[in-house]
């Protein structure tokens, strides 16, 4: 393989390789290819190559045939915070990228008897503003009431929020340090946090308490109802190992709001395919610019010379590509614990990256059904799907006191007897991911410890968790078992072994305060530069973070080709 090399206007050249994941302890990188990051390099200049550890591309934004027939979004299932001019700039329709809009959005069923025989209650929500106030006034008419000036205000700081994602980090060194040519460059870097300022206003309080309060506290001023509260709660612990009372998971329900979906905001998607289809239609964009994508290239190390500059990267097959810049979206642990050469870097840098929080609750269960599930909230005739089948369905989401049980179970070291479990069926509008009649089903279940009782998992703790699982569902879709065909179970110790997420966390590290923004993933990091000349961070352990598809790939290749430039 010819390593790849950057020109500028002809008059000199520069080898890049951009490194996507893979490595000898099976690290690999989070929720979407970033074949986005090379082709803005390389629509930038940059003669760019991707090397991508297993057989299939997209990191964890794959698509897999787990079973005969039967197609998963193994990992990432959901599509919403793709950044807009990403996908507008790479034209990802043209190449492919087909996305199933979902309306209503979220579907909350409860567990209790109907009443003179009539049906368990249920709380759908969605797009149609007058359906969610009925919806939520089943349970709380003030709540009701309130519901539209809580939608508006959480756009209202999500809107003002929305450009930090992307533009890189201010640059604290650059406006301090330097001559007064580099500090007045360095001052742009501001421009974001100060119309971040304007936009809010008087608003500032209202940001900076949703950004610092437990969720709980800020639901329970809005609203009465237990149903609604804990089905926006979910917001504001999904994927973090965090419950609705700890302070923080307000700022994780406003990050989940800030996407964007054929220009509706806050929307969520299925992609047709599974989320492999964007990661392919990425590639085919990446590649129609030239970019070399490769698989099946597990990457061993990173080269660094006696100068302290990398000079590129060995191959677990010993084959060495040299190149002068590298980008890694492994995860920074990742990155610098098993890529980069030990006493490349200090014992403090090693220390402080040894801190990073990436604690995760998640256990991914993927299942294949030969009938759709019918749920005794709101029955369907003869198998057909309904509304809120193709929406997020939460199961064990009717009160806040059932989320901080199961986030009680996790933190002691065992897995939730009554786990938080977000359902989606993709499948209801996408007929390609399964035999006809037969429906593809991703659980999304917390809380999990990577460790049980301080020990590993074993198959068998898998399998009990799956039980319990599946009993839960039962008791929402009576039948749900015995329409099970094959069902794959991935503690967080497997996501961590397949998809290279550390500590099995989704986002690349903890959304934590003290791991975002200028601090994200550490204080002398958050520009994407690494201490080794010549090696970045790409991921989403970057600002501005898990999920938010493309931000940190975007703004690294700003980094790069900045640099570049001035060499």
Known sequence: MAAAVWTDRGTRAKNL???????RSNHTALKLCYDALAAYLQKGGVKTAVLERRHVLGGAAVTEEIFPGFHFSRCSYLLSLLRPHIYRDLELKKHGLKVYMRDPHSF???????MKGAVPRSLTLGSDLAKNLNEIGKFSQKDAKAYPDFVAHLEKLASAIRPLLDSPPVDIRGVTAGSLRKRLAATKTLMPIAKLGLKLGGNIPDFYEIITAPIMKILTRWFDSEPLRATLATDGVI???TSPSNPGSGYVLLHHVMGELEKEK?????????????SQAIARAAQSYGVDVFTEKNVEQILVGSDGATKGVALKDGTEIHSKVVLSNATPYATFKYLTPKGALSEEFIKAVEQVDYTSPVTKINVALDKLPNFLASPTPDDKPGPHHQCSIHLNCENMDILEAAYKDAINGRPSARPMLEMTIP???DPTLAPPGCHVVSLFTQFTPYHIKGREWTQQDREDFGDTIFDWVEQYAPG????VVGREILSPPDLEKIFGLTGGNIFHGSMSLDQLYLARPLPSLSDYRSPIKGLYLCGSGCHPGGGVMGSPGWNA???VISDLKRR
């Open 17 to 23: 390789l951009w490194i996507l994941m893979g490595s």
């Open 108 to 114: 909350t069923p409860m567990l209790e008897e109907g």
């Open 239 to 241: 994927g973090a190992m």
């Open 266 to 278: 806050g929307a969520w998607g299925y992609v047709e395919g599974g989320m492999g289809g964007l």
């Open 427 to 429: 499948s209801v509008l």
């Open 480 to 483: 749900f078992k015995t329409s």
């Open 557 to 559: 290749a700003l980094t």
